[in-house]
């Protein structure tokens, strides 16, 4: 099974509004990253989380993590129609030689 | 420049064939991967090297056989190819294999298996 889940699995935003998407882990971990994939290519990395820290932002990117409910969320303010994307959190084992994703979010901005 | 390149982008094939894909990084990283995308966006790690030593394998089939020849370059060939095997592989590499901060991705080849 997926090391990470993400909720939604879908979400339909307009240009504008904020856009939150959550990730549930079951092991422990050493680090959460987030990545973007956009239909047909490669993901890209957009931020990380090391498992001491709470929160961190990059441009319109905040992300939370709270190792105790083994949660992270990531919010994309202001979204664009350029942000519609997949999204997916992955998690680094203890080792921090694995990355293991979720099943992702597709987000759709509308103009 | 590219910085994870893989070829083909495309591959249509029959059953029971064998084929190659080929992943070429320019960032002058030690490891690089192999990730299985199945049609439900689900992506899978199935191989990773650390300067051309195999250190993960994820229970991947026989038929699979990673090749790195040298620290940029890291193969894939199927052998007896099956219809379960379509997907999109990805390549990816990342600076080292410990405290993996940040992957950096290939664009994909779709494989068909008909």
């Known amino acids: 099974s997926q090391q990470g889940e993400e909720d939604p699995q879908a979400l339909s935003i307009q240009e504008g509004e904020n856009a939150t998407m959550n990730c549930s882990y079951k092991t422990s971990i050493n680090n959460l990253q987030w990545y973007r994939q956009n239909s047909g290519r490669g993901l890209v990395h957009l931020i990380l989380?090391?498992?001491?820290?709470r929160e961190k932002h990059s441009g319109r990117l905040r992300v939370t993590l709270d190792t105790s409910k083994k949660s992270s969320s990531l919010l994309i303010t202001a979204s664009r129609a350029a942000d519609t994307a997949s999204y997916f959190c992955?998690?680094?084992?203890?080792?921090?030689?694995?990355?293991?994703f979720g099943g992702g979010t597709r987000l759709m901005v509308k103009p | 420049d590219t910085a994870v390149s893989q070829t083909p982008k495309y591959l249509v094939t029959q059953m029971g064939n064998d084929k190659s894909i080929k992943c070429e990084q320019n960032?002058?990283?030690?490891?690089m991967y192999w990730y299985k995308q199945d049609s439900k966006k689900f992506l899978k790690i199935m191989f990773s090297?650390?300067?051309?030593?195999?250190?993960i394998n994820e229970t991947v089939p026989n038929r699979f056989s990673p090749k790195s020849p040298d620290k940029a370059h890291l193969n894939l060939h199927i052998n007896s190819l099956e219809l379960g095997d379509s997907a999109v592989y990805f390549c990816?590499?990342?600076?080292?294999?410990?405290?993996?901060?940040?992957?950096?991705f290939g664009p994909g080849t779709r494989l068909t298996v008909l």
């Open positions: 990816a590499s990342s600076l080292t294999s410990i405290s993996i901060s940040e992957q950096f």
């Open positions: 960032l002058g990283h030690d490891t």
């Open positions: 989380i090391r498992s001491n820290e």
């Open positions: 090297y650390n300067n051309k030593e195999l250190i």
């Open positions: 992955a998690t680094t084992n203890n080792a921090g030689n694995m990355l293991t």
